[in-house]
């Protein structure tokens, strides 16, 4: 969930390690239990419906988002979560952006400050980094054989998205924020099944980082992956092929 792949070896994000895995649908658990307290019914709560499809995109089985929807009304029910953002600044100038869901918000951004300062990076202020990158809907289908890429920007046109970009492997719809639940229920409807689908902060640009810097890089995206608190990082490095893939 670190960034935006660029979709270059589906096998690999599809073979994800188990424990991987289970970090990333606890994340997920939590933020469709959050959207879940605004009305579990996905036909008429949009947020519930965008999470579920963020969810099935990372191959989180049924009977896990079933429970995690079910966790609104019971154990979260009186929790207050807050969706908060973080700006800084990593290794080398590189770009990054923390979202969290926390219930202690300041233990959040002590938790963040540090791990920037520790792999020698800086929390930033709100707008530092953002201005880098473009906050937009993404939905990527993976690409068979039989799929015609006239067809596919047809598509675009009709959902509402902004653009299509072919790639090898993979079409990938972007889409305005407000209009992502419109064309992600347009492209359901026509059958299609997602590898990504969520509103995220996309790199305008990417930079590149020494060897030596890459290694704290990597340890930093670990580290903040690894707090309970962070649900997706965002950041405009370019990662050598089996680092995007983990």
Same mark, same amino acid.
């Given at each position: 969930?670190?960034?935006?792949?660029?979709?270059? &070896? *589906?096998?690999?994000?599809?073979? =994800? #390690?188990?424990?991987? !895995? /289970?970090?990333?649908?606890?994340?997920?658990?939590?933020?469709?239990?959050?959207?879940?307290?605004?009305?579990?019914?996905?036909?008429?709560?949009?947020?519930?419906?965008?999470?579920?499809?963020?969810?099935?995109?990372?191959?989180?089985?049924?009977? &896990? *988002?079933?429970?995690?929807?079910? =966790? #609104?009304?019971?154990? !979260? /029910?009186?929790?207050?979560?807050?969706?908060?953002?973080?700006?800084?600044?990593?290794?080398?100038?590189?770009?990054?952006?923390?979202?969290?869901?926390?219930?202690?918000?300041?233990?959040?951004?002590?938790?963040?400050?540090?791990?920037?300062?520790?792999?020698?990076?800086?929390?930033?202020?709100?707008?530092?980094?953002?201005?880098?990158?473009?906050?937009?809907?993404?939905?990527?289908?993976?690409?068979?054989?039989?799929?015609?890429?006239?067809?596919?920007?047809?598509?675009?046109?009709?959902?509402?998205?902004?653009?299509?970009?072919?790639?090898?492997?993979?079409?990938?719809?972007?889409?305005?924020?407000?209009?992502?639940?419109?064309?992600?229920?347009?492209?359901?409807?026509?059958?299609?099944?997602?590898?990504?689908?969520?509103?995220?902060?996309?790199?305008?640009?990417?930079?590149?980082?020494?060897?030596?810097?890459?290694?704290?890089?990597?340890?930093?995206?670990?580290?903040?992956?690894?707090?309970?608190?962070?649900?997706?990082?965002?950041?405009?490095?370019?990662?050598?092929?089996?680092?995007?893939?983990?």
């Amino acid at each position: 969930m670190s960034g935006h792949s660029k979709w270059h &070896n *589906i096998q690999a994000k599809k073979g =994800k #390690a188990d424990a991987a !895995m /289970g970090r990333i649908f606890t994340k997920l658990g939590s933020e469709l239990a959050v959207a879940a307290k605004q009305g579990a019914d996905p036909n008429t709560n949009s947020k519930l419906a965008d999470v579920i499809a963020k969810a099935k995109a990372a191959n989180m089985p049924n009977d &896990n *988002i079933k429970r995690s929807i079910a =966790k #609104a009304s019971g154990e !979260m /029910g009186n929790v207050n979560y807050e969706v908060l953002t973080y700006e800084g600044y990593g290794i080398g100038g590189s770009a990054v952006i923390v979202k969290t869901l926390t219930d202690n918000k300041n233990r959040t951004v002590g938790d963040v400050r540090h791990i920037f300062d520790k792999f020698g990076g800086g929390l930033g202020t709100s707008g530092s980094v953002s201005f880098m990158f473009d906050y937009a809907g993404v939905i990527v289908v993976e690409r068979t054989p039989d799929m015609d890429e006239d067809q596919m920007m047809e598509y675009a046109l009709e959902s509402g998205a902004d653009d299509c970009l072919v790639m090898d492997d993979a079409f990938e719809f972007r889409t305005s924020p407000s209009a992502f639940s419109e064309v992600r229920t347009f492209l359901e409807q026509k059958g299609y099944e997602f590898l990504e689908a969520d509103v995220m902060y996309v790199p305008k640009d990417r930079m590149d980082l020494n060897e030596e810097q890459l290694v704290t890089f990597n340890k930093m995206l670990s580290a903040l992956e690894d707090n309970d608190d962070v649900q997706d990082v965002y950041h405009n490095v370019n990662l050598p092929e089996e680092d995007e893939e983990e």
